[in-house]
């Protein structure tokens, strides 16, 4: 039987992008804090963080597909600022990133890994998609900067 996370697909072993893939189970506080471990502590730094620069701000759960699993959308009014993703030990910050957001980043002193994952994006009609692992402070300021770029373009 596939475990939390996993799914077994035509033999092989194939993981979705949260560790959360039943659709009949939204992710609960303590669910949280037991996949994510040490990093729980910036998942919940970058929602006060971002719920800080966007009033109002709504967090709200969405399950895509059995491949994405559930996600936590964070949205000033009716926009998307950021897409949260657990995962076991971290979780990812996801953004669609328009052309004039891209420009801003350039000019945002980032560090040239950052750059380098949003030059690289593959593009779609709303932008670019980025992923960012965070396990770590540092990344929950890069997100925090990315998500203010973002807002203002």
Do not use: C
Not at 6 to 15: A, D, H, K
Not at 53 to 72: A, M, N, Q
Not at 90 to 108: D, P, R, Y
């Amino acid at each position: 039987m596939p475990t939390l996370g996993t799914r077994l697909i035509v033999g092989r072993l194939s993981v979705a992008l949260s560790i959360f893939d039943d659709k009949a189970q939204q992710p609960t506080e303590a669910d949280l804090a037991r996949v994510l471990k040490g990093s729980f502590v910036f998942w919940n730094e970058l929602k006060e963080r971002i719920a800080s620069r966007f009033t109002p701000l709504t967090f709200e759960w969405g399950f895509t597909s059995k491949s994405t699993g559930w996600g936590l959308r964070l949205k000033h009014k009716e926009r998307i600022i950021l897409y949260m993703t657990p995962a076991e030990g971290h979780f990812l910050a996801s953004f669609a990133l328009g052309e004039k957001a891209v420009q801003a980043a350039h000019q945002a002193n980032l560090p040239s890994s950052i750059l380098r994952i949003i030059d690289s994006a593959r593009k779609y009609a709303e932008g670019r998609g980025v992923r960012f692992r965070v396990t770590s402070a540092r990344d929950i300021r890069t997100i925090e900067k990315l998500a203010v770029i973002k807002m203002s373009t």
